[in-house]
């Protein structure tokens, strides 16, 4: 039996959880609605404030399938009752990001500043010129949205320069010996 699988998710007050029959889970709360379709071998059932989930056979995909929804419904659970955040750092000089609206425009050394947008059911503040803070209810999408905004420049192992997380260790590497003089 899976060990997170079998755990049950306790659902708190104020959260509205509804099963479809074609496993399609639709999770309502104070910080929004998430809805996620799961595997259609997979068995959800709620009772009351407590839903389980288990597996028709031993077979090795169903074994597989079984604490992976556990798990995705527990999250959906966390995300519209406490949210996720992921929060990025900037180092470098004159690297800097600004809020203007919907967009968090970024200045990243180029030529140009990088502009992106600000999806649907995310949040993103800027409190420190060097500082961004994703926020949302959909864990999958908070950690998407932080990666692309990492992608646009990613740390460089030798200063250190470039968009990290707050709780990412950048492994530094020694610079080019100098040269011997004569």
Known sequence: ?????????????????????????????PNGTLSRELHRDMIIKADGAVVTVTRPSEQKTHKALHGLTR?????MVEGVTNGY????????????????GKKL??????SHPVEMEEPEGISIEVPAPNQ???KGADKQLVGHVASKIREKRPPEPYKGKGIKYSDER???????AGAKKK
């Open 105 to 110: 425009v970024l200045t990243l050394g180029y």
């Open 132 to 134: 961004i803070i994703v």
């Open 85 to 100: 955040s992921k929060t990025l750092d900037i180092n470098g000089v004159g690297y800097r990001a600004q809020k203007q």
């Open 71 to 75: 798990t995705l419904v527990a999250n």
């Open 1 to 29: 039996m899976s060990r997170i699988g079998k755990m049950p998710v306790t659902i708190p007050a104020g959260v509205d959880f509804k099963i479809d029959g074609e496993n399609r889970v639709v999770v309502k709360g």
């Open 170 to 176: 950048i492994r530094r590497k020694e610079g080019k």
